[in-house]
């Protein structure tokens, strides 16, 4: 199997979204979207597959080389690096935006509560919208509309999975619901992380739903415009007034439900997204 061939398997088997999005593209760019989808795959679950905090950023630190021109002739043996590079070199792609997605999983390493809702924006247009921009630019070159449209679709996404996670997060001792926001709704980290819900609790959440409703609201204003060329890298973001919609119904009873779409749902939601580009 090459490596574009390896890069297809593990988005597959670890982003079924994208995965599927990415078949909406033509044949001849989906490599380079699988091999981009790979990559945010490795960084995203290096946490779970390091040992410890050190032993995550050593990983995070040979990506960062192997993008900087820095790794030594190992780097190509890796299959996702080897067809990451050559997409990135096929393709013109900004390596600062990969970077910035390393930079910021280095925070999923630690068990420090995110710090502010400023630092939690940062954070999603780190992980989603500048993975967004980045598999536009493979569909449809640089485009500056593209990339403005790309952040509020990121942070809308972004923030709904952050929400699905908080479960997650908090049987691994992690509060990524800002510290300053948990604050304002008189929150105590250490409640969530003891699974002690209430009134604030709820609140706090029931605000982010809203910020995030009304950055997919400023995306969707917007879309009409997408060149259809682009439209397969923002198909996921269809999935999170979906998923909102469900974590609003039961995150209301219980703030540490497991909520997800039934896997035919996504499916069908990502089809019907893809229509509306025609």
């Known amino acids: 199997m090459d490596s574009y061939g390896h890069c297809e398997v593990l988005v597959r088997e670890a982003d079924r ?154 049987a691994r001792g992690q509060v990524y619901v800002p510290a300053d926001f948990l604050r304002e709704h008189g929150v105590d980290p250490a409640d969530i992380l003891a699974r002690r819900t209430g009134p604030g609790f709820s609140a706090a959440l029931a605000d982010l739903r809203a910020r995030a409703r009304l950055e997919l609201a400023e995306a969707a204003r917007a879309t009409k415009m997408l060149p259809v060329a682009a439209a397969p890298a923002f198909l996921p973001v269809a999935l999170a007034g979906p998923l909102l919609d469900r974590l609003e119904r039961q995150q209301a009873a219980d703030p540490f439900a497991l909520v997800d779409l039934p896997a035919w749902r996504r499916q069908w939601i990502l089809w019907r997204a893809s229509r509306a580009h025609q």
């Not at 939690?120 to 989603?128: C, M, P, Q």
């Open 17 to 170: 979204d994208r995965f599927l999005a990415a078949l909406f593209a033509p044949a001849g760019l989906r490599p380079h979207l699988f091999a981009l989808y790979a990559f945010n795959a490795e960084v995203a679950r290096v946490r779970d597959a390091a040992k410890t905090p050190i032993a995550g950023e050593i990983r995070l630190q040979w990506w960062r080389d192997a993008l900087s021109g820095e790794g030594h002739g190992e780097v190509r043996a890796n299959p996702v690096a080897d067809a990451l590079l050559t997409t990135v070199a096929a393709h013109g792609l900004p390596v600062a935006p990969l970077l910035d997605l390393i930079e910021a999983r280095s925070f999923d390493l630690y068990d420090d509560p995110m710090p502010s809702l400023e630092a939690l924006y940062g954070y999603v247009r780190k992980t989603s919208s500048g993975l967004i921009d980045s598999a536009a630019r493979i569909l449809a070159g640089p485009d500056p509309f593209i990339a403005a449209l790309a952040g509020p679709a990121g942070i809308g996404w972004g923030l709904a999975r952050i929400l699905q996670a908080v479960p997650l997060h908090a």
